[in-house]
């Protein structure tokens, strides 16, 4: 427990140690309500909020040590979109078995018309006139979406969600099992896609894409995702490319960085990746000892209901049967408080994870286009100083020049497209870090509170069982 409450403070002082903007705009992930298949785990209970604090007011000063400015960013309401992944089921035959997840998108429009009536038409997105649709798509179609908006987007230094791993050996236990319903790896999944087509919809600059309109709206299955032959092959120089772009990234970084903010930036978010890792590491260990907990409970409730049927005294008998129902509501709450914190804290720490790997990505591809924007203005000036060379010794065959004159007119061409394209990416991936910092603040500000809110009504009910059972002791002692 002390390395979890010191793992807590840590994450807590990198949280606010990073956060400069005042009344931030909260990316928010939604979640499902009470009719959907996670009714034991009610995320969005709100019954105690003893801990609730206005944030309205919060004003934050920027650190000294680190000279990172901040565009205000405003508040608005742009949660004009929840999309619940609301329950699953098996489909196909013996070779081709798969599950299939309901994905149910409600429309919330913002603004109302002169005539009173709200207009469907949402501002930026079109394609979407309905308030509600419902979708079948299985995971490789997430897959599929994922990739494309990744090649669409990432390059231009917007943060992408990544999605959960494909885990062959979880989906064919899944597979195997007959109440799948209740497959703790499969609830687990649909809360993560839920979460990460919310992260996808709330975005400003990715939501009125084409692909995840169809995604969304679309009641029919999507074109089929079996890769052919040749979409393989260029899948597969794809990857050496990739291989190629990363190894390159990793044995060069920029040399000449003029703007600090990068740097800075880089080093932050460094240091707060392996605070979260730490925290997450202290959260499943401190899930799995609940669990341990619950398990020797339920083991401790039987002997002590073995005890009570062979014991002489009434009273004590009764004590004993008494304090053996006390131990099985407690180990059932116990397991209770396990699930909630991995479905609440747990997994949303896991996501900031993996949003920061999706951060890393876009600041890889900066340096990617840095290092392309230097070969070509290497080049340019190796070809120009090898075309003054030629004129200079006379020696000059008119062909040649003429080569070279159109490689250094390519090569420069190429170098003012990648210094551009330097710039573009180098502002979004500042405005994005912006956002992220944003939502990030207010994320952890209300995960830490239904932590503790959870953990508040747990230790209340258990307070509860044992002052039920106070009555059975006393007449023992009597």
């Known amino acids: 427990m002390r390395n979890w409450s010191k793992g807590i403070t840590t994450i807590i002082e990198c949280s606010y140690s990073m956060s400069e903007e005042k009344n931030p705009l909260s990316v928010q992930t939604v979640t499902v309500t009470n009719d959907s298949i996670y009714d034991d785990i009610d995320l969005n209970d709100n019954t105690t909020a003893e801990i609730r604090y206005q944030t309205a007011n919060d004003t934050e000063n920027t650190s000294p040590s680190v000279a990172i400015e901040h565009k205000q960013v405003e508040k608005q309401d742009d949660t004009i979109f929840k999309v619940k992944v609301c329950e699953f089921e098996k489909r196909g035959g013996f070779f081709d078995v798969h599950f299939v997840f309901r994905v149910e998108t409600q429309v919330f429009p913002r ?3 002169r005539n009173g009536y709200f207009s469907l038409q ?8 309905r308030k509600r649709y419902d979708t079948w798509r299985r995971f490789n179609d997430f897959l599929v979406l994922h990739e494309k908006i990744v090649d669409k987007y990432q390059q231009k230094g917007i943060i992408i969600p990544q999605l959960p791993e494909k885990k062959v050996s979880v989906m064919a236990k899944a597979m195997a099992s007959s109440n799948n319903f209740t497959d703790p790896q499969l609830l ?15 975005h400003p600059r990715i939501r009125a894409d084409c692909d995840i309109r169809d995604f969304l709206t679309l009641d029919a299955e999507l074109p089929a995702t079996n890769p052919t032959p040749a979409f393989a092959g260029i899948k597969m120089m794809k990857a050496i490319k990739v291989c190629q772009d990363t190894f390159e990234k990793l044995m060069a970084p920029i040399g000449e960085e003029v703007d600090q903010w990068f740097e800075i930036t880089n080093a932050m978010f460094e240091d707060f990746d392996a ?3 730490k925290l997450y590491s202290e959260s499943q260990t401190l899930m799995a000892h609940r669990k341990d907990m619950a398990a020797s409970g339920e083991k401790f409730a039987l002997n002590l209901s073995l005890l009570a049927a062979s014991e002489e005294s009434m009273t004590l008998s009764l004590a004993l049967a008494a304090l ?3 131990y099985e509501k407690a180990s059932s709450i116990w397991n209770k408080q396990s699930e909630i914190n991995d479905a609440r804290f747990s997994e949303s720490i896991d996501e900031y994870i993996s949003l ?4 890393r990505d876009v600041f890889s591809d900066r340096v990617h286009v840095w290092h392309q924007w230097k070969k070509f203005q290497r080049a340019f000036e190796e070809k120009r100083a090898k075309k003054t060379e030629i004129e200079l010794t006379g020696n000059v065959k008119q062909d040649e020049l003429n ?8 090569n420069k061409q190429k170098m003012i497209e990648f210094e551009k394209k330097f710039d573009v990416v180098s502002k979004s991936i500042q405005e994005e870090v912006e956002r992220f910092e944003a939502g990030r603040k207010d994320d952890m500000k209300n995960m830490l509170i239904e932590y503790l809110e959870d953990m508040i009504k747990c230790h209340t009910e258990l307070s509860k069982l044992w002052q039920q059972f106070e009555p059975y002791a006393h007449k023992i002692q009597n």
């Open 403 to 410: 080569k070279l004159s159109l490689d250094i007119l390519e």
């Open 188 to 202: 687990q999944r649909a809360r993560q896609l839920e979460r990460f087509m919310n992260r996808l919809i709330q």
């Open 275 to 277: 605070n979260i890792r």
């Open 122 to 129: 949402v501002e930026g997105v079109v394609g979407f006139t």
């Open 111 to 113: 603004k109302l018309h």
């Open 324 to 326: 053996t129902e006390t």
């Open 356 to 359: 920061l790997s999706s951060l």
